[in-house]
């Protein structure tokens, strides 16, 4: 079991790094019910595809989820800055993000549909709910009151829409963007197990020492290659 050993926060620091993908994912499949739509594939000049792997020609990966481990009761949820999440095309963007517990999450209506908003968690203790919203309808607004790794939202009205959520009672993590990198702020000096999850790759983790501000690397590898 991770442990972290965490200094006063006199110092804190800044964990930074980038996640590659080694091996070549199998080909994103392009969403046909959401172009055979009379008005979601409107919205699109070119086929929209799935979103598993998400990399460029580098290796760089998207929508990795990076964490410190072994840390909990830190979260400062209810007053952190609101998490928004919009629907745009029939799509939820983003596709990945990250929260604490007890933070907002106000989820946009971009879109002339309309989508219904449904978050089913797997933890218990997280609320499932289930809200439709008029296009361009005001927000709604969740929150999650325990941990847990990717938890799905989903829109019924257009099976093909997906989001997901990793919930942290704490606020060291971040989601990595199309270049792959990251950057978690304000860490307290302190011994720790950093976690790099993708939600199809898997997970990668790493001992480090925090004296200062840290540059990490992870390589998440395809098995069977």
Known sequence: MALAVIAPTLFAADITGKV????TPPPEKEIAPLM???????????PVKTRFYVVDASGNLADVVVSLKGVSGKSTGASATPAVVDQKGCEYAPYVFAVQT?????????????????????VAGNKEENKAQMPNGPDLTFAFEKPEPFLKFACNVHPWMFAYASVFDHPYFAVTGKDG????????????????QHR??????????????????????????
């Not at 590659?20 to 091996?23: A, I, N, Q, S």
């Not at 055979?36 to 070119?46: F, S």
């Not at 199809?200 to 290659?225: N, P, W």
Request: aromatic letters at 4%; proline letters at 8%.
């Open 200 to 225: 199809k790759g898997g997970v990668v983790t790493q001992e480090i020492t925090v004296e200062g501000d840290k540059k990490v690397d992870f390589t998440i590898e395809l098995k069977g290659q």
């Open 102 to 122: 007890g933070q907002k999450i106000n989820v946009k209506n971009s879109d002339p549909v309309l989508h219904n908003v449904h978050p089913t968690p797997a």
């Open 36 to 46: 055979n739509d009379p008005i979601c594939g409107k919205l699109h000049t070119a």
């Open 20 to 23: 590659t993908l080694k091996g």
């Open 181 to 196: 990198t990251f950057k978690i702020a304000n860490v307290p000096p302190g011994k720790y197990t950093i976690e790099a």
